[in-house]
């Protein structure tokens, strides 16, 4: 049987193409609208939470602890140990504070993952994996930092408020660019 073909997609003979239509994007006042909400619910919950097991639990357990264990594997004369937010050792350590673990990034992500238009398969595998690309650039991050600290004081103010932010979340937006950008042409 002969199947028409226009351009790359086949036609059925019932005059249905095989390939699915690219969903329009959300006009940008709703795109802009559904991103500031999303991202503004998500910080005004984690402010809600600061001080409760959820905090301890983020911050302790899930960005100061592996990134002291992970210093003890790169160099365990350092001696790093979590403690509560902070990572101590003799010569310096580290204090994780607020907005250090990452959250506002994933916030980020998760609120721009929101305000686009993608499937749902397309949409949870790209912030699952956009999340654990978060964990392990900000993880990268706490270890340059408690480096320089340690090694190139001068240095750390600027790494810390302006080059390593600014690094994690073009990191981020070139990550969700081209999560779209393969669903785009997909």
Request: charged content about 10%; overall charge positive.
């Amino acid at each position: 049987m002969f199947i028409p073909v226009h351009g790359d997609a086949p036609y059925l003979p019932d005059g249905h193409c095989d390939t699915p239509r690219p969903q329009t994007p959300y006009p940008l006042w709703l795109t802009l609208a559904i991103f500031v909400g999303v991202f503004a619910v998500l910080q005004w919950s984690w402010n809600a939470v600061r001080g409760t097991w959820v905090e301890r639990l983020i911050v302790h357990e899930a960005t100061v602890k592996p990134a002291a264990a992970l210093i003890q594997i790169i160099s365990p004369e350092a001696h790093a140990q979590p403690v509560a937010t902070s990572i101590k050792a003799p010569g310096g350590g580290l204090n994780i504070l607020n907005g250090c673990e990452g959250t506002e990034i994933m916030f980020l992500l998760v609120a721009a993952f929101s305000a686009v238009r993608l499937g749902w398969q397309q949409r949870l595998t790209g912030l699952a994996l956009g999340l654990v690309l978060i964990f392990v650039l900000n993880q990268a991050r706490i270890l340059a930092l408690f480096y320089t600290f340690r090694n190139e004081r001068s240095l750390f103010d600027l790494l810390h408020t302006t080059v390593l932010p600014a690094v994690l979340i073009a990191a981020v937006a070139l990550y969700f660019y081209a999560v779209l950008h393969r669903t785009r042409l997909a």
